[in-house]
């Protein structure tokens, strides 16, 4: 029995890939050097303004004066901000109209066909700290309906609190503006 020799189970690159590989470094370091020996430019652009070039490279202008020279600011609105005043036009505020008292709200969560679904739904209610009750409707002699309703509530403010409390259990209640008795 001859063992295989060691050489045998390892593979070779082939010489393409080391070229490839060899010709792609010289690229990369041919394009360090085309880097450094470019000159820096910045190039500073404003609405209205045409761009501009400044050379950064240590070239030194046909005319140099001695004075020192003052340097256009990048950003001019650091010194327009403390100057400028913003008036806000005068709004009267949000006064929300009030519910004529003879006037409340009413939800209704779901509406079943069998009493067992919606006393289910009434339960579920409950455990949310609010009073549903459950309210048969006959459409005709054969369609019976059983709709489990929340409320009344004289107020938004307490008709919406009772939204949020169904939402947190996936219901979506109908809203309902009921005229009451009372004038």
């Known amino acids: 029995m001859?063992?295989?020799?060691?050489?045998?189970?390892q593979k070779k690159v082939p010489g393409w890939v080391w070229a490839f590989n060899l010709a792609l470094a010289a690229m990369f370091l041919y394009f360090?050097?085309?880097?450094?020996?470019v000159p820096e430019t910045t190039e500073i652009e404003s609405p209205g303004q045409t761009t501009t070039k400044q050379s950064t490279s240590?070239?030194?202008?046909?005319?140099?004066?001695?004075?020192?020279?003052?340097?256009?600011p990048r950003f001019?609105?650091?010194?327009?901000?403390?100057?400028?005043?913003?008036?806000?036009p005068?709004?009267?505020?949000?006064?929300?109209?009030?519910?004529?008292?003879?006037?409340?709200?009413?939800?209704q969560t779901g509406s079943f066909r069998t009493f067992d679904d919606a006393e289910?739904?009434?339960?579920?209610?409950?455990?949310?700290g609010l009073k549903a009750q459950v309210e048969k409707y006959q459409a005709s002699e054969d369609n019976i309906w059983f709709r489990v309703k929340v409320g009344p509530f004289t107020s938004r403010s307490k008709m919406n609190s009772a939204v949020d409390?169904?939402?947190?259990?996936?219901?979506?209640?109908?809203?309902?503006?009921?005229?009451?008795?009372k004038e």
């Open 2 to 9: 001859a063992k295989k020799t060691t050489s045998s189970s």
């Open 32 to 37: 360090l050097y085309y880097l450094k020996s």
């Open 58 to 72: 240590p070239q030194k202008p046909a005319e140099e004066s001695d004075a020192p020279q003052k340097e256009d």
């Open 76 to 88: 001019k609105f650091y010194d327009m901000l403390p100057e400028t005043e913003v008036v806000a």
């Open 90 to 107: 005068k709004v009267e505020e949000y006064t929300p109209k009030k519910l004529p008292e003879n006037y409340a709200y009413m939800l």
């Open 120 to 128: 289910r739904q009434r339960a579920m209610i409950g455990f949310q």
């Open 165 to 181: 409390k169904l939402v947190a259990i996936n219901i979506q209640p109908l809203v309902k503006k009921l005229k009451t008795d």
